[in-house]
């Protein structure tokens, strides 16, 4: 039997892509296919979904809005676990409960609209919450982890879990949850301010942003090292520009790679071209930020 009725047999109103094509629903816009894409309306059916795969021995991976991945060429035979259904967004005092799937431009505005401020440093981020929380997102030294009262998330062992700010094991662009955990929901605490102090620290973050480069992307590739600019390093090692197939190191910013036309391979080779001259020229190993997937086993 077909994976995709197997799992519409067992969850009826579950929707399903099939097959699913990481090309068009990632922000670098490349790689292949993968047999099938599923999207849980909650907890609950995402419970029953993993524990199908988990039964029938099928892989399985989670994909926000596919802002931080390199998807790989080859076809994926797992199921690509979408949050897009899990929109919930809830005012609970000065506190936001916000679904997985809910971008981070949705979260902002509602935020505003309801006068509690904190998170406008994620404006113009592309992110969904599941993502934001997973990648512990930000800019400019503020993270999400910054407004983190508590994550709700499916367990490996297919638990549905509520994780304090101290189980989230956040650092920089890492938490628990990239380790198989999924995010279903957060919960955000925010300040109350005037409306007026939310729209002009928005558009700060904003204008921030004006530079940024612009065409297929995965935003940085490598995380900072301490103390250190990524970009300011491979630009210093003189590879703004360097190519590989269609995929080149920014002219704007050298820690953006930009896709026109490329395979994932071409990105990958580039990627580790990058790495291995800042590490020749400056003994800097710098670590990934973007996400392979799936991941490498
Ligand atoms: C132009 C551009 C600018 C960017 N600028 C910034 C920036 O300023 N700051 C910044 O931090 N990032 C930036 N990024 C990167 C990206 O926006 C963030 O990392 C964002 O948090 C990714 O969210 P996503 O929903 O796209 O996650 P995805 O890219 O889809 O997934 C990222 C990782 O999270 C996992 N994941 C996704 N959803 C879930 C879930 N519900 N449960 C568990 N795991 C999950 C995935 O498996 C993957 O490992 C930028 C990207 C681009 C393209």
């Known amino acids: 039997m077909a994976v995709s009725a197997l799992i519409s047999r067992e969850l009826p109103s579950i929707t399903l892509e099939e097959p699913f094509s990481f090309a068009r629903h990632t922000t670098i816009g490349c790689g292949g296919e993968a047999r099938l894409s599923a999207m849980p309306k909650d907890e609950s059916e995402l419970v029953t979904l993993l524990q199908i795969c988990n039964g ?35 005012k609970m005092g000065d506190f936001i409960y916000a679904g997985a799937g809910v971008t981070a431009g949705a979260l902002c505005r509602f935020a505003r609209n309801e006068g509690l401020g904190g998170l406008e440093f994620l404006t113009g981020i592309p992110a969904s919450v599941g993502g934001a929380v997973a990648m512990n997102a930000g800019v400019n030294g503020r993270h999400i982890s910054d407004c983190v009262s508590e994550v709700v998330g499916v367990t490996r062992d297919f638990r549905i879990k509520a994780f304090s700010l101290s189980e989230c094991n956040f650092s920089e662009k890492r938490s628990v949850f990239l380790e198989g955990i999924a995010v279903t929901g957060a919960i955000f605490r925010l300040e109350r301010r005037e409306r007026r102090e939310i729209e002009a620290r928005t558009a700060y973050y904003a204008a921030r942003r004006a530079h940024l480069p612009k065409g297929r992307s995965m935003g940085c590739v490598f995380v900072n090292p301490e103390g250190k600019s990524a970009g300011a390093l491979i630009d210093g090692c003189g590879l703004k520009g360097l190519s590989v ?8 910013h050298a820690n953006f790679i930009i896709n026109s036309g490329a395979t994932a391979g071409e990105i990958s080779t580039l990627i580790g071209l990058v790495k291995n001259r800042v590490f020749e020229r400056t003994g800097v190993l710098l670590r990934e930020e973007i996400r392979r997937l799936p991941p490498s086993t």
């Open 245 to 252: 197939g269609g995929a080149y190191v920014s002219q704007r």
């Open 56 to 90: 029938y021995g099928i892989p399985y991976l989670f994909l926000g809005v596919g802002a931080n991945v390199l998807p790989r060429d080859e076809p994926y035979s797992g199921v690509v676990v979408r949050f897009s259904r899990m929109k919930e967004l809830k």
